[in-house]
Structures are given as structure tokens and as C-alpha cells.
């Protein structure tokens, strides 16, 4: 499994994980969607006035964790810890565009301008995959 593998898997068949950041103290988890994906990253969106895009800002790195499988032993795990990168505004239409369902939570301009797009990069993927014997472990650095 390459990074981009991984990649695609949490975009188009895990999307919502759970991500932990930190402001310095303590962690912070919170459920977050990815909205697309390419060979050097992961795309996320988020409020400017949510306490996550603060912690974003203040400390650009993030460790998220997305889980698939019917149950325990047919699940695939993947974590990807990385550094964050503010891309603002003007990749929210691109990624409204790969996500529809946004527009139902954010239906005009006005609202979809409290967004701001992050680009997750350069960081480390790890893979426990259950589904398969012996279980499969992997490290990717990208």
C-alpha cells in the first residue's frame, strides 16, 4: 500500500476520522471529514471561528485516525500524522465541488466564506491492516 493508497482509501471510503490537535496543552480530538486527496496530501475544511481552526493555526500539525472494515477482524486502520498548510478560500468551490453534500450545511457564498481549506503534507502514514493473515503492519514517510 503507497501513501496515495492510503490516501484515496480515507478520502473516498473512510472520509470522517477522528483528528487530534494541540494549542500546546493538552490534545484535542474532533471528527473531521476529508475532502479529497492527491499524491502529496489530504485536503480538510474547516470554520475560521471553530476552536479547531485555532488549534490549526497555532500549532500546524495534526494526527488523524479513519477505521474500515464490517467489524474487528476485517478492518483496515490507517493514522497519518503530518503538517498542516492553511490554503484558504479558494480551493472551498474545488472542494464543494468533490463533495456535494456541503452545500446542504453551507448553501450560499456568504456562509461557505467562514470556510477555510487545510492541506495536511510531509508526515508519516501508518497502516494495521486486520483484514488479511498474518496481520499487516506498514510505516510510509512522505
Not at 6 to 22: D, M, Q
Not at 58 to 72: K, N, Q
Amino acid at each position: 500500500m503507497t501513501a496515495r493508497d492510503c490516501f484515496e482509501l480515507l478520502t473516498h471510503k473512510i472520509h470522517t476520522v477522528v483528528a487530534a490537535t494541540s494549542d500546546g496543552g493538552d490534545p484535542v480530538t474532533c471528527a473531521i471529514d476529508i475532502m479529497d486527496c492527491d499524491d502529496g496530501g489530504l485536503y480538510i475544511l474547516t470554520a475560521k471561528s471553530k476552536n479547531f481552526y485555532r488549534r490549526l493555526k497555532a500549532r500546524p500539525t495534526i494526527s488523524l485516525t479513519g477505521v474500515c472494515g464490517r467489524d474487528t477482524m476485517s478492518s483496515v486502520a490507517i493514522t497519518v500524522r503530518g503538517k498542516v498548510r492553511e490554503i484558504g478560500e479558494s480551493a472551498v468551490p474545488r472542494l464543494f465541488q468533490k463533495n456535494r453534500y456541503m452545500y446542504e450545511i453551507y448553501p450560499d457564498a456568504r456562509s461557505q466564506s467562514a470556510l477555510s481549506a487545510f492541506y495536511i503534507c510531509e508526515g508519516s502514514i501508518d497502516v494495521f491492516d486486520l483484514s488479511v493473515k498474518p496481520i499487516e503492519t506498514r510505516h510510509i514517510e512522505w
